[in-house]
């Protein structure tokens, strides 16, 4: 079972390719308006997402308990979340 920040991780991960794969499309689109005569002078389409929400169903089997000064992955936590 992977754990959440491995999960978010590779979610992320998955954004950030669709951002990229999107940026080359709009290349793709900007190269057919610079060879289109009536096209040539007018702006690419494009849009912003400043939010996406996701639905993510979750279950959780169950949880690991860690020492107070350690994460359960073996790192270091803050003095300040303590």
Same mark, same amino acid.
């Given at each position: %079972? ?17 951002? %990229? ?6 290349m793709r689109v ?11 002078? %007018? ?40």
């Amino acid at each position: %079972m992977p754990f959440l920040g491995d999960y978010l991780g590779h979610l992320l991960g998955e954004v950030t390719i669709a951002r %990229m794969q999107a940026d080359l499309e709009t290349m793709r689109v900007a190269e057919l308006y610079a060879s289109h005569p009536l096209l040539k002078h %007018m702006p690419v389409p494009h849009f912003r997402a400043p939010q996406i929400d996701m639905d993510i169903p979750v279950v959780i089997h169950g949880v690991e308990n860690s020492l107070p000064e350690h994460s359960s992955r073996g790192g270091t936590v803050s003095s300040e979340l303590l």
